[in-house]
């Protein structure tokens, strides 16, 4: 099956740090042409841990975004399956 390697760019998304209310961009580049959108980081590591990525780095990337508005995960390998699912991908072009 193949997969396309890329990254995971996520940016917290407004000044509100409580893990219920933090809002995160996630974008998956290169192949990605769309962002998704969450709210609190247990959404946050939901869609991580959906994403394939492990426990460990989901809970190092939330806990850096709790000071720092961008964390980059890199070498993140999804399916193309995976990048409609999560919502990085549509045939729709305005």
């Known amino acids: 099956m193949r997969q396309d390697a890329g990254y995971l760019d ?19 580049s290169p192949e990605g042409n769309r962002d998704v959108y969450l709210r609190g980081e247990d ?23 709790r000071e720092d508005p961008e964390r980059v995960i890199e070498d993140v390998r999804l399916t193309p399956h995976q990048v409609t699912t999560l919502g990085f991908w549509s045939d729709v072009t305005a």
Do not use: M, N
Not at 54 to 65: F, R
């Open 10 to 28: 996520i940016l917290r998304t407004d000044a509100v740090r409580t893990p219920a209310t933090a809002a995160y961009r996630v974008t998956f």
């Open 43 to 65: 959404g946050l590591r939901s869609f991580l841990k959906d994403a394939g990525i492990t426990a460990g780095h989901s809970d190092q990337a939330v806990s850096a975004l």
